[in-house]
């Protein structure tokens, strides 16, 4: 990996965490060697060096300087999908500050710390990680607000796994999230799901009448899609679990519901012809978070909620919040 990084680890597992972006772009199983997280098939360069003159191979748009540095679990804050027109003038990318900005990272053994301010959303931001044994990642975060102001908010881990671990036909997914839709929108013919389109997990409804299980990774040469699901009301954690037969490698994360009370599910497999893509990346991304779909600050402001959830969260003037969660990983 072409990246300044900082990793900790014990006797189980290693995690490396990118300088720049803050992204967890390794969560290492040390037994098999399997890392669950994605890793893009395209280089991978510091967020800070993009430019569309020089590197034009990730594109130009919004989303490139994002894509760019891309890696594993990133971080959607204080925007949940593409910024408006204004903004991405000003200067936000896709997703939010968060996932491109400088980080200074503490760490000691198997514990870190990274902080980073956020210049244009006036946050800061602080992620302590931890590995605390039998195959567990404790992460606690806070995010301040430093304008005078109550704002809404977006707030999601875009948890993202990839190949090897992710394969065709043979990884599975479990949610404790049971209702359900399909994004409104169309990816196209890749997409098989019938937009808008409500459904109780896993069997989500697709265009020509027949369903698909969302617990099995697809076998379709190419499919696109995304789908949101509310956490169990019934419960006091969400959560997510994948597992890879072949390697025997279960992994995950937990959370308060209350804190995350949505999963989006995105898949992309070889669907994206366009650059950085170009139809070469297999992706199946679990973003908990307060939004249902990644569609961008107006949107989720103004639909408000949504299967009786609300679609974002305020954080008072000059206030913090402290969210806690857990990965996993381990050998069965």
């Known amino acids: 990996m072409n990246r300044n990084v900082v990793r900790i680890e014990n006797d189980e597992l290693i995690v490396t965490v990118t300088v720049e972006g803050g992204h967890i772009a390794e969560i290492i199983e040390k037994k098999s060697g399997v890392n669950p997280l994605w890793t893009p098939p395209w280089p991978s360069i510091e967020p800070s060096t993009y430019s569309a003159e020089r590197y034009p191979e990730y594109g130009n748009d919004s989303e490139s ?41 503490e760490a000691t053994g198997s514990r870190m710390i990274a902080r ?30 430093l304008t005078a102001m109550d704002r809404p ?55 020509d009448g027949s369903t698909t299980d969302l617990r099995i990774q697809s076998t379709a040469e190419r499919s696109a899609g995304v789908t949101c699901h509310v956490v169990d009301p019934a419960s006091e954690h969400g959560s997510f679990e994948a597992f890879h037969p072949p390697t025997r490698v279960l992994f995950g994360y937990t959370w308060k519901r209350l804190d995350f009370p949505w999963i989006s599910l995105w898949e992309e497999n070889r669907s994206r012809t366009f650059a950085p893509w170009n139809g070469n990346a297999v992706t199946r991304g679990v973003e908990f978070g307060v939004s249902p779909f990644a569609e961008g600050r107006r949107a989720i402001v103004e639909r408000g909620s949504l299967l009786g959830v609300p679609t974002y969260r305020w954080l008072g003037a000059r206030e913090s919040s402290t969210v806690h969660y857990n990965a996993f990983v381990r050998v069965l």
């Open 65 to 105: 300087k994002l894509l760019a540095g891309i890696l594993g679990h990133n971080l959607c804050l204080d925007i949940f999908g593409p910024p408006s027109e204004a903004e991405y003038a000003a200067g936000i990318t896709v997703h939010g500050e968060s996932s491109v900005a400088p980080y200074e990272i």
């Open 116 to 145: 980073a301010h956020l210049p244009m959303a006036q946050l800061n931001f602080e992620r302590e990680i931890e590995l605390t044994g039998n195959g567990v990642v404790e992460i606690r975060e806070t995010v301040r607000n």
């Open 153 to 207: 908010l977006a707030w999601t881990q875009h948890v993202t796994l990839g190949p090897p671990f992710l394969e065709a036909g043979i990884t599975t997914l479990n949610v404790n999230a049971p209702q359900s839709m399909v994004f409104p929108g169309d990816f196209g013919d890749a997409q098989p799901y019938q937009p808008g389109a409500l459904f109780d997990w896993p069997f989500a409804p697709n265009k």
